[in-house]
């Protein structure tokens, strides 16, 4: 079966919104493009949301964005955390978490 992907670019929304919540400079902004997986001759296609990783010397932490590929395309998704987070709450774990 051939497989094919489609990359996904990031936005420059996303990224200026990503980039305002970081008020210091000792916090690292890693950006990895999401992509389509899609199986040819099939109905059948596999989203990888973009990855966003901030990290410092000491932590890490994984930010996961579908993007316009879910209903609400302003949430956003960590690993462990029961529901996605708004922008606003993004905001707040990330100071709570450095």
């Known amino acids: 079966m051939k497989v094919e992907y ?4 990031f936005s420059d929304e996303i990224k200026s919104k990503i980039e ?13 493009n999401g992509y389509i997986t899609k ?3 099939s109905n059948i296609e596999s989203i990888s949301p ?3 990783i901030l990290s410092n010397p000491l932590k890490n932490l994984l930010i996961m964005h579908y993007a316009d590929y879910i209903a609400d395309s302003n949430l956003y998704f960590i ?3 029961k529901e996605p987070l708004t922008i606003s709450k993004l905001h707040d774990y990330i100071k709570e978490y450095f």
């Open 6 to 9: 489609e990359k996904l670019e």
């Open 20 to 32: 305002s919540l970081i008020r210091t400079k000792d916090i690292n902004v890693t950006y990895f």
């Open 39 to 41: 199986f040819a001759k």
């Open 50 to 52: 973009h990855k966003i």
């Open 79 to 81: 690993d462990g955390e």
